[in-house]
């Protein structure tokens, strides 16, 4: 039964810690993580390598403190998480945020010494601890860390480099953010000048007036130029870190540490270019094709993302709310209980007001086995689709809350894949549903641009940054040099299919400033991709797919992605067929839209 009440926008962060960034609750927690980190620091200085196998009960514990200590941080990262992004002025809530990365350098350095520990028990030893019952369910994490830690500098080196990296390297990522938060874009409307943050101004460009989408275009362009060369200072001294520290590893290849994170090898991430490469052409038609039912010769940048009906379903968040639970209960009912229980418990923040940061996410707070979602929700069918998307990250967490922390960690490509699943779920429900052919062909459109937003906008990001990094190895990159990069990777990604690019895209990709993951952009296509096949799967299997799905999703933080998709699909990543299957499915989408 679909819920009928109306749900409220605002998320409930107080069931967690009462009283936002003043929180007396949440500054005692903060307290007990300091002492856990001590008594895990105590722990391990303990803890004596040469006679593992003696001391078995030692690790045991080191490893159980561990993984409770890890979930109580990263509870607290979630909530600043939170505080920061709901108002982007809470200066209480900024203060803390330079207090998270003191904590996760306080950690770093605790967990760098315990690897270290871990990589000088001998291999026979070794061997013969993982067959304990609590550490041989985590062999694969703790296999995974001995083999990074042997690829590390001394334990010493690399505490100094964490501590260092608080105001070293986090510090460009803030410094950022704080920037982007203080932006204002002014628009003309109705022959009045308003004021938006980015985030509101964003949502201005999906307008269907092409004059309108222009100006916004124009004036958020001006917005970034303003302050291009603080941006271009951030995104230097941030490559520059990292380019040190690869440096004094002895590593050459700037991919290595993505992929690493990511479990997956260069070969399936050439694979998956290659075949994206191969079908571009299926997409510079569509790409025409929109520019004539928009009326003009070539499409711009400003009018990639632009509706081509003039008159786009706006819907209510609980009228979304209620069309994404119904279509997840058709893949997988518990999925769908999920979805309604956090919308009704308020787990989402998706109110439109300003001093709000710009862009969506979900965080997951292991301790409380709660997640919080962010966004923007202004009643556009690409809202509800960034919903569903979310409410697939959430829901991922959800499944895995009984396994060992340790074991929780997947990567961000396996983290895209439930997320756009989940939003595969709702679209092509939202297409099937269309009641005219004009809504059928908006419908199928908005499916097309995230196909064209995964093989060609996040591949002129993948191109863009993989240059950058060459460039910067031999010094400072100008502003003029980076806008220039940008519009090269962007011809290129959109095979010269438009007009006019994006110059200053560099500067307002929030995610060329993030300090947390290197090359935040690949993962999303791969997880987009993985995600196809996974849903071709579960067409073919009908109604027994839930429980596989399931099962697909708690192995994604204890295994290499190659494997993964071996076990649960019975494919090979580092090979083009299963990316070209999975492309062929945006193709057939491409097709029905140019019929229609």
Not at 149 to 154: A, P, V
Not at 257 to 266: A, F, K, S, T, Y
């Amino acid at each position: 039964m679909v819920q009928t009440k109306e749900y409220k926008q605002t998320w409930d962060l107080d069931v967690i810690f009462p009283g936002g960034s003043e929180s007396k609750e949440f500054q005692a927690f903060l307290h007990s993580v300091e002492s856990d980190i001590e008594k895990l620091e105590g722990l391990v200085e303990q803890f004596n390598p040469t006679d593992a196998l003696a001391n078995r009960e030692t690790i045991v514990e080191v490893i159980n403190h561990l993984e409770a200590t890890a979930k109580k941080l990263r509870e607290s990262f979630a909530f600043i998480s939170c505080l920061s992004a709901q108002n982007v002025k809470d200066s209480h809530a900024s203060l803390l945020v330079a207090k998270r990365s003191a904590l996760r350098a306080k950690m770093s350095a605790v967990e760098t010494t315990l690897d270290e520990k871990i990589v000088s028990i001998d291999d026979e030893a070794w061997e013969e601890l993982l067959k304990d019952d609590t550490l041989s369910e985590l062999s694969f994490v703790l296999n995974e860390t001995r083999t990074k830690t042997k690829e590390l500098l001394s334990g010493d080196q690399e505490v100094l480099i964490n501590d260092l990296a608080v105001d070293g390297y986090h510090a460009w990522g803030q410094m950022y953010e704080t920037i982007v938060g203080k932006m204002e874009v002014e628009i003309e409307e109705d022959g009045k000048v308003n004021s938006y943050s980015v985030g509101q101004a964003s949502n201005k460009l999906s307008n269907s007036d092409r004059n309108v989408r222009k100006h916004v275009f124009e004036q958020m362009g001006k917005a970034w130029a303003e302050n291009e060369d603080l941006f271009g200072q951030t995104l230097n001294h941030l490559a520059g870190f990292r380019l040190q520290k690869y440096k004094h590893r002895g590593w050459d290849n700037v991919l290595k540490e993505p992929l690493d994170i990511n479990r997956m090898e260069e070969k399936t991430l050439n694979a998956m270019w290659t075949a994206i490469t191969n079908s571009k052409p299926h997409f510079v038609k569509y790409l025409e094709k929109k520019a004539e039912l928009l009326g003009i010769d070539k499409l711009s940048m400003y009018d990639v993302n632009a509706p081509i009906s003039k008159s786009e379903k706006k819907s209510t968040y609980t009228e979304g709310a209620n069309f994404i639970v119904e279509q997840f209960r058709k893949f997988s009912p518990k999925m769908a209980d999920f979805a309604q229980m956090a919308f009704e418990k308020r787990w989402i923040e998706a109110e439109d007001r300003s001093g709000k940061r710009p862009g969506g996410f979900c965080t997951s707070f292991p301790h409380s086995e709660q997640t919080r979602i962010f966004m923007t929700y202004s009643g556009t069918t690409s809202n509800i689709s960034t919903l569903a998307h979310e409410l697939g990250h959430a829901y991922h967490q959800h499944v895995m809350n009984d396994i060992h922390g340790l074991n929780q960690g997947y990567a961000m490509n396996v983290a895209e894949t439930a997320s756009t699943f989940a939003e595969m779920i709702v679209a092509d429900a939202a297409v099937k549903n269309a009641k005219t052919k004009e809504e059928k062909q908006a419908l199928l459109e908005d499916k097309i641009k995230r196909s064209v937003a995964f093989f060609m906008n996040i591949h002129s990001r993948f191109l863009f940054e993989t240059r950058f990094y060459e460039e910067r190895k031999q010094g400072m990159v100008s502003t003029n040099r980076l806008n220039e990069l940008m519009v090269e990777a962007q011809k290129e990604a959109y095979c010269e299919a438009l007009d006019e690019y994006d110059p200053n895209f560099w500067a307002s990709k929030l995610h060329f400033h993030i300090t947390g993951v290197p090359f935040y952009n690949f993962p999303y296509t791969f997880g987009y991709l993985f995600s196809l096949g996974i849903y071709a799967h579960a067409l073919e299997q009908g109604g027994n797919f839930e429980d596989d799905y399931i099962a697909l999703l708690r192995d994604t933080g204890s295994m290499k992605v190659e494997d993964l998709a071996k076990k649960h699909l019975n494919v090979d990543l580092t090979q083009p067929e299963f990316w070209e299957n999975a492309i062929a499915l945006c193709v057939k989408d491409v097709e029905e839209f140019l019929a229609l």
